[in-house]
């Protein structure tokens, strides 16, 4: 499942993907997405997890690199 729909609005809240307020500053989010990244990344999870849980998780980890973008990136933010 991708964030974003066909026209291009997030299926998702990406505030709350990143665990941050509305508004936020890109300093805020480039801050909550590092600390995401770090504890989601497939390279910091355990060796025995779940088919079910390393998907998952890299849902999630995917969907966090797409709250991030879409949240930073200028064009996004006028819509």
Not at 12 to 22: D, F, K, S, T
Not at 50 to 60: K, V
Request: hydrophobic share 40%.
């Amino acid at each position: 499942m991708s964030l974003f729909s066909s026209n291009g609005q997030p299926l998702l809240n990406p505030y709350e993907l990143l665990g941050v307020n509305r508004p936020c500053t890109d300093d805020e989010c480039n801050k909550a997405f590092k600390k995401l990244m770090l504890k989601l990344h497939p390279d910091k999870q355990p060796a025995g997890q779940t088919e079910e849980e390393a998907a998952a998780i890299s849902l999630q980890f995917h969907n966090v690199m797409d709250a991030k973008s879409f949240l930073v990136e200028g064009e996004h933010l006028a819509a």
